[in-house]
């Protein structure tokens, strides 16, 4: 966090002014004393303060307006004092405990002699305490009053008017413009799919009827090896020797992948094969053990016929690991034929980010990546993953005829609740190596026909409108050009800024206090 307290001050007449400085001898009458302002910035809060001339022995008011810069909300409670220091002497401090309006302390404030002092806002609430630099202040006679010393009326008099008032009423916010660092990046659309091995067809292992009860509804959890479907048995033409036969085919099958699974499990620590082939060796497996289970049910079923048991055994059919039910292919009750399919199981957590990049940003992502951002629809903040649960798989070795593109399979320790299985986002992914310069978040940039542009503050109630040039953007961050180091910037609500810049082509109607 920056912890520079920063000053802007302005000069100008009471007619140019938002806010009065409420002197009570002036009230009434037609030429108004000139005012000064000066805006303060802290770690917590923001003052901007208007005041009358300042002369020794003559009381005059400052009317401090403070926002609590968390939630960039008025101080509705707290005690916010002015403190001239000078010196030779003790520090005078003029306090104000109750606004007269949320935000709105007036300070009553009689300077004892002449002389130039420290000018400094103290504030103490709910938020912290903070006390505010605010420059340097002369303290003068009636015949030459006192204010600020080295105004720049520039600053506070030029650039569009935007009221506190209207302000606190805005989602706003506002920082300071700071150099920093944006990773490299490459960015394309993509799709969220199972992971490897992670997507099953549940069949039926035989002739029969599904069970009614209980039924798996799509989106139903279920545990590695519990029971999905009920399966009553028909009587068929098959017989039990053929039933042992598919059995024991599937088993031998079962093992042949296994053994496959384990020797590409050595090749990839060789690095001799790739870890999508590893994950696709596995995916068999898994469907394998899937239809072996339900044979070996079939086998059970057929043995208890032909020794006149019950025909009307159950047989279940097992999830091979735990996961979520996606799609059901049969209804309650439904007759079904050997092999028919009875529904879809997922693993809903790891998934598979497909990346579809150009070539030439694939070949830039060769490396694991150093995170990843997900760009939903619909939604503004896009979902961050950092590297310790990023995995890149594989990278195809060719381009897409289709969509000139190279696919990028990466593994993300998320659940299908954050990403739906089957949804496209954008993606981007961060790479090793920075770029410098100046970043802002996305959120203060606004489009202004065609031109990207961006609001700072000059004090208090005064803007100035910034065209800017995206360099690079990342997540919710871009890097610009055509801000600087120590500006303070719009961060949220620059819109409500822009609209009141259009509406100021005659002269504003101001606030009174």
Known sequence: MDRRIVVLVGSLSFGMLGCRAGDP?????????????????????????????????????????VTVLAGFAPLKQG??????????GPEQVF?????????????ELMPRAEGTFDLVFRIDSAAGAEDLAAGRVRIGSAASPGARIGQDSAAAGGGVSFLKEQQWRTDFATAWVREGTLAESVEGPAQ??????GEVVLTAALDASVASSPWPHVGADVSADGIVFRLVPRVTGRSLPELRADTSSLEGEVDVARRRVERLVELLRVEATSQAELERARATVSGLEGRLASARGGVAVATNLAEGRDPATIVA?????AGRVAELSVSPGQTVAAGAPLGRLVRIRPLWIVVALR???????????????????????????????????????????RTASVSVILEVNRSA??????????????????????????????????????YVQFA?????????????RLGNEALVDGLRPGERLVTLGGSAVRRSSLLSAGAPEGHVH
Do not use: C, M
């Open 25 to 65: 001898k002036h009230e009434g009458t037609s030429a108004a004393p000139e005012v000064w302002s000066v805006t303060a910035w802290g770690e917590r809060y923001e003052v901007f303060a208007e005041t009358g001339p300042l002369v020794a022995g003559t009381t005059a008011t400052s009317n401090a307006h």
């Open 417 to 454: 609740s954050d990403l739906p299985l089957g949804s496209t986002v954008a993606a981007e992914l961060l790479l090793p190596g920075e770029k410098r310069g100046i970043v802002v978040p996305l959120s203060a940039l606004l489009d202004d026909s065609g031109t990207t542009v961006a």
């Open 192 to 197: 969220v799919k199972p992971s490897g091995g």
């Open 460 to 472: 208090g109630e005064s803007f100035g409108r910034r065209e800017v040039r995206v360099l690079h």
């Open 317 to 321: 059919v097992r999830a091979p690991w």
């Open 95 to 107: 306090r104000q405990e109750r606004p007269k309006r949320d935000g709105i302390y007036p300070i």
């Open 359 to 401: 070539p030439e940003a694939a070949s830039r992502a060769h490396a694991a990546p150093t995170g990843l951002f997900l760009k939903r629809p619909g939604q503004q903040t896009p979902l961050e993953v950092s590297a310790r649960d990023l995995r890149l798989v594989s990278s195809s070795p060719e381009v897409d005829p």
């Open 79 to 88: 005690s916010v004092s002015l403190v001239l220091r000078g010196a030779g």
